[in-house]
């Protein structure tokens, strides 16, 4: 299975808590005014690579994982199998950006097959209007950090808390969670 892959960052700290490796993949149909990376919109922009391939080089890095985007539920299936190797191959979180809400994604089949693998879904579109620069993981107040397995079993959204895993000298600054 391929997947259209933008570029593969290592050792990144702004897609979650703790050293990551990032993945942005190609294709979004959200087309949200004033996104960072509009380029990524378009499925042709990414490199083709297959699953496993890029399963193998991010396990190789001992590192947490993020999906990022353009919006990794474009490419649901490969995104699906992608998070399935990781977590049959390792303990590493899995954080996923997109601009879908999680109570649409649980309706689907394919998409909550996916969140049975993903720790932590930032959800929603990014809303230009609602930018703002002082919250942890997120571009606009509208998205939300999410603690999908929690969610899950509760029936319920249980929204995930990132300042538990902030130092005691940042935990000084005010942080809107």
């Given at each position: 299975m391929q997947i259209s892959v933008i570029k593969i960052i290592?050792?990144?700290t702004v897609d979650g808590p703790g050293l990551r490796t990032t993945i942005y993949s190609a294709g979004c149909e959200h087309h949200c005014k004033g996104c960072h990376n509009p380029q990524s919109w378009n499925i042709n922009y990414g490199t083709m690579m297959d699953v496993d391939e890029v399963a193998k080089r991010v396990l190789a890095t001992g590192e947490d994982v993020t999906f990022s985007g353009g919006d990794p539920l474009f490419q649901i299936d490969a995104f699906t199998k992608l998070a399935s190797i990781i977590k049959e191959k390792s303990n590493r979180s899995i954080w996923c950006y997109t601009g879908y809400?999680?109570?649409?994604?649980?309706?689907k089949d394919k998409s909550l097959e996916l969140l049975k693998?993903?720790?932590v879904l930032v959800d929603g579109r990014f809303i230009e209007e609602l930018k703002r620069k002082d919250i942890l993981f997120r571009g606009s107040s509208n998205q939300r950090?999410?603690?999908v397995q929690k969610s899950l079993e509760k029936g319920e959204i249980v929204t995930y808390q990132p300042i538990n895993l902030l130092s005691p000298l940042l935990t000084k600054f005010k942080i809107n969670a």
């Open positions: 290592e050792s990144t809400k999680f109570e649409q994604l649980i309706e693998n993903i720790d950090l999410i603690d």
